[in-house]
């Protein structure tokens, strides 16, 4: 039997309720991820280096998502899981939704 490793994790990072305006008006972005633990911890600052567009204090605060936004793993609160502690899954769902409306 031939074994292949993936070289890649691929996951879906959604953006809604107005968080997509930071990310070029863009819902949906399909990622692939360089082959490894992956924590959201670490995928927060790649959001931030690789698709944010723009104002990036209004993603995130530190090292961790900005209040206001919630934060969703394959639709379940990203509390439930262990926020930025959580290990990416292949096929894995993250959703960014701001709860924060005005200029």
């Known amino acids: ?14 953006l ?5 305006l ?5 819902r ?15 995928l927060l600052p790649w959001i931030r ?12 605060q530190g090292k961790t998502i900005r209040p206001g936004i919630l934060v969703l793993v394959n ?3 990203w509390e439930l899981v262990g926020e930025l502690e959580y290990t990416l899954q292949e096929r894995d769902s993250i959703m960014f939704i701001s709860t924060l409306h005005g200029g």
């Not at 930071?22 to 863009?26: A, H, I």
């Open 1 to 14: 039997a031939v074994v292949t490793t993936q070289s890649t994790r691929n996951i879906t990072i959604e």
């Open 16 to 20: 809604s309720g107005g968080a997509e």
């Open 22 to 26: 930071l990310f070029d008006n863009k």
């Open 28 to 42: 949906r972005h399909e990622v692939s991820l360089p082959e490894k633990d992956w924590t959201i911890g670490q």
């Open 49 to 60: 280096d690789n698709l944010l567009q723009e104002r990036p204090e209004l993603f995130m």
């Open 75 to 77: 639709d379940a609160d």
